[in-house]
């Protein structure tokens, strides 16, 4: 009973923004484990120790609390400029540091958050909007970010005339498949075991032989 009483405190305690916070990381791992659909607030309120009350004392209902989760992830660095450390490969025109760091970021931070990239699965094949808004905030601004630098070094005469668009599918492809297969299907790398470092390494070695004049 006492143990109870301690928890019941410590959770009474725990200031507004930080319980928030921590709705959210919960919510997020129970909607990666079952979907949008298939995921109660109850079971966000249970999974969090914490009423349903609490949850709805921040969030309204289940929608908005999917959007606070993608509004939380666009105050990360990554998510808000995923490009800026590669400004400087960029402005040298060093071709390998763009890809192959394109690739590391992501590969590692797939690996670091391997919830967000199961929900952001969950909310495709649900047809959810948090797919859409992720598609359109942060997707869309790959292409157009890596189409860019493609159509310039198409220009100087680098890489051969192929359709930039189809060069930055091919390249997202081969490490958000690798990702995949480490997260969902061959948790053990039984298939392959390399490191980010070596997997971007060998992504962009493979992607610039393919383009390069």
């Not at 959007?67 to 490009?83: G, M, T, V, W, Y």
């Amino acid at each position: 009973m006492e143990k109870v009483l301690e928890t019941t405190t410590a959770a009474t305690r725990m200031a507004g923004d930080e319980r928030r916070q921590q709705i959210l990381r919960v919510a997020m791992r129970v909607f990666s484990e079952k979907g949008f659909s298939g995921t109660t607030t109850k079971e966000i309120a249970n999974a969090a120790n914490v009423s349903e009350a609490i949850i709805f004392r921040h969030f309204a209902n289940k929608d908005e609390l999917y959007s606070a989760i993608l509004d939380h992830k666009a105050c990360d660095r990554r998510f808000r400029n995923p490009f800026e450390e590669l400004d400087e490969k960029i402005a040298a025109k060093d071709d390998f540091g763009v890809f192959y760091l394109m690739a590391l970021n992501a590969l590692d931070h797939h690996a670091e958050d391997c919830d967000f990239l199961r929900l952001m699965l969950h909310s495709a094949l649900e047809d959810h909007d948090l797919a859409r808004m992720f598609f359109e905030n942060f997707i869309t601004e790959v292409y157009d970010f890596l189409g860019a630098y493609i159509v310039e070094r198409q220009k100087d005469g680098a890489f051969r005339e192929v359709n930039p668009r189809i060069v930055v599918r091919s390249f997202l492809g081969m490490f958000v498949h690798h990702s995949l297969n480490n997260i969902l299907w061959d948790k053990e790398q039984k298939l392959l075991k390399i490191s980010n470092k070596e997997a971007a390494h060998e992504f962009a070695t493979i992607l610039l032989n393919g383009i390069k004049k």
